[in-house]
Structure formats: C-alpha cells, structure tokens
C-alpha cells in the first residue's frame, strides 16, 4: 500500500510491538533504507541520493524525537538546541531560537544541564532541538513514552503548536490512542503492512 502526507499534515500511527512502526518512521527518515518500493520527499527519492547528499537532506529537512531524549549530558539547554545547526556549520537565528525557547518554556532553564531537568522538561529540549533547523518534517517515536500523564499533555500541545505556527509536518509512533487521535489522520501498522483508519477509541 502506499501512503502521502501532505505539507503541514499531522498524521499519527499506531500498531503493536514488532508491527514494524519504528522502521516505517526511519525509512521516511532515511535512517533505514527500503529493500522496495520507493520513499519521496517533497518530489524527490531519498534511497536514490548518495550519502553525503543524503546526510545534508536529512540534516535540513527532517527533525527527530525519541523518547530517550538523546541530549549531551555536557551541554546546556541552549547549547543541545542549536547543536544541528552547528554541527551543519550555519549560524543560528537567535530571534527563533529565542522564540523558541519561549513557547517551549525553557527560557529560564536555557544554562541549566540536562541532569538538572525534569523529564518533560528534557522532552522540550529534545522538541526545540528537532524544530530548532526549521525542518519540514518531525518525525516523533513515542515521545510521551517516559512521561508522566501531565507533561505527556504537555508534549502533546507543543506538538500540535509546531504544526499550527511553524507549518512543519508530524509524523508521530504512539501507543496511546487518545494522543493518537488528536492528529489530523491516523494510521496502523500490522505486520509490517499500512493502512489508514478511521477514529480511534479517545
């Protein structure tokens, strides 16, 4: 079966352990490569770019959550977010950066170490860190998977504002079917097979 986001689109996608959504997320990352079919972004086929070119398109173009956070432990807050632009060698927009810390409620944290954080708040960073490129896409793995039931809602809402005042499209692996149905469509994956669904149980 094949399957289209559209820009700006948040779609949601859920299925057992071992249903194979955590690869679907990676092959739209370009994280795994499809041993068939074909994965396009914005008209253009990933498998079909070389490393490089694909390592730079990833960089600029995707954004990823997991639920483990993946921040460096020796790095403040400010300093995680702005890490993938530096690490393409641009400069960051500080007013957005600003901004961004912002609305994630982060602004008076930004010199503290992840360690000195709470787990939602390491989340945020972890938010801000994949929206800080100004990606088209957010690709998110169960990223309320180690919170608590408040910052989950929490996470949730930032999610939805990245999608209304960015415009960046989601592509979001929960197990949680309330969260799953606050995306704009919702789809299930069995055994390594897609489909879309209608309204999940809220």
């Known amino acids: 079966m094949s399957i289209s986001v559209s820009k700006g689109e948040f779609v949601s996608v859920i299925g057992p ?3 194979g959504k955590s690869t679907l997320l990676n092959m739209v990352g370009a994280l795994d490569q499809a041993t068939s079919g074909t994965v396009m972004i914005d008209g253009r086929a990933i498998q079909k ?9 990833r960089r600029r173009n995707i954004g990823f ?3 483990g956070f993946n921040l460096i432990p020796e790095l403040n807050v400010e300093e995680n977010i702005v890490l993938p632009i530096l690490l393409d060698y641009q400069k960051p927009d500080n007013y957005y950066i600003r901004d961004l810390m912002e609305i994630l409620g982060l602004t008076k944290r930004k010199n503290h170490l992840p360690g000195q954080l709470s787990g939602g708040q390491q989340q945020r960073v972890a938010i801000g860190r994949a929206l800080a490129t100004k990606p ?7 990223p309320t998977g180690n919170l608590d039931s408040k910052n989950s809602q929490e996470v949730m809402k930032l999610l939805k504002l990245s999608v209304d ?3 960046q499209t989601i592509m979001m692996i929960t197990h949680n079917h309330h969260y799953a149905s606050l995306a704009d469509r919702v789809f299930q994956v069995n055994d390594g097979m897609v489909s879309e669904i209608g309204d999940v149980k809220r």
């Open 165 to 167: 005042q960015y415009h």
């Open 136 to 142: 088209a896409i957010i690709l998110a793995d169960e």
């Open 49 to 57: 770019m070389k490393e490089e070119e694909l390592s730079v398109f």
């Open 17 to 19: 352990s071992g249903s």
């Open 65 to 67: 959550i997991f639920q």
